[in-house]
């Protein structure tokens, strides 16, 4: 039973670059979050996707978005990158939407310069 | 919107004794409360969760109590070992289902 997997584990990066990050959801899963943790902080809400639409999104800019894909996996992207957007970017999924238990994959360490 | 506050930021015990993490919410309509263990390096890992319609829930060595009066619930460790070091985080979903973290809590169980 395959858990939750992203891709690449890291990733470097300079100002104003894009990046995609990927998320392949536990077996069984057809919701998927993504998060971003800053360094001793927890892990705070970007946004996720059901159905293959965004349908929760935190406090963060139009610079980072999503999709999701038939098979549920789930990419996001983040454009015009800043020095601040050093992170680690959390996949979790979980079976439909409302409270339900969320599984993490890795997650991805992108590091900008 | 959400708010989940957490403390103490950091606990220190000695092996074997208990370990007790506290967190309010601030949403009254929060009926799921997970719990996540972040070794270093590592993915959060769910270790346990409570709903609304229960007061306690234990698994093993670990437990969670939840006062929805009061809006806090608590992660009950006893006999820690030293295995149990890690970042404790709790969670609450808010009323739109976004999951919303604390800010966490290094536990350190001294051999």
């Known amino acids: 039973d395959a858990g939750v997997t992203q891709s690449p584990t890291h990733l470097i990066k300079t100002r104003g670059q894009q990046v995609t990050l990927r998320c392949s959801p536990k077996?069984?899963?057809?919701?998927v979050s993504w998060y971003q943790q800053a360094l001793g902080q927890g892990p705070q809400f970007i946004f996720q996707?059901?159905?293959?639409?965004?349908?929760q999104r935190g406090n963060f800019p139009d610079r980072f978005s999503g999709h999701q894909f038939p098979n549920y996996s789930s990419e996001l992207n983040v454009n015009a990158l800043l020095l601040g957007d050093s992170a680690l970017y959390l996949c979790?999924?979980?079976f439909g939407q409302g409270n339900q238990p969320q599984h993490f994959g890795d997650g991805t360490r992108l590091s900008i310069l | 919107g959400e708010n989940v506050e957490q403390h103490p930021s950091t606990l220190s015990v000695q092996e074997g004794d208990s370990a007790v993490i506290k967190c309010t919410y601030s949403?009254?309509?929060?009926?799921?409360f997970p719990w996540y263990k972040q070794e270093l390096g590592k993915r959060p890992q769910l270790i346990i969760d409570?709903?609304?319609?229960?007061g306690e829930k234990k698994d093993q060595r670990i437990a969670v109590t939840l006062n929805k009066t009061a809006k806090h619930f608590s992660l009950h460790i006893t006999e820690t070992q030293p295995e149990d070091s890690a970042v404790y985080f709790c969670?609450?979903?808010?009323?739109?289902?976004?999951?919303?973290f604390g800010s966490g809590t290094r536990l350190l169980v001294r051999p």
């Open positions: 979790a999924s979980s």
């Open positions: 077996s069984g899963h057809d919701t």
């Open positions: 996707y059901y159905e293959e639409e965004e349908r």
């Open positions: 949403d009254s309509a929060s009926n799921y």
């Open positions: 409570i709903r609304s319609n229960v």
């Open positions: 969670a609450a979903y808010d009323s739109s289902y976004k999951l919303i």
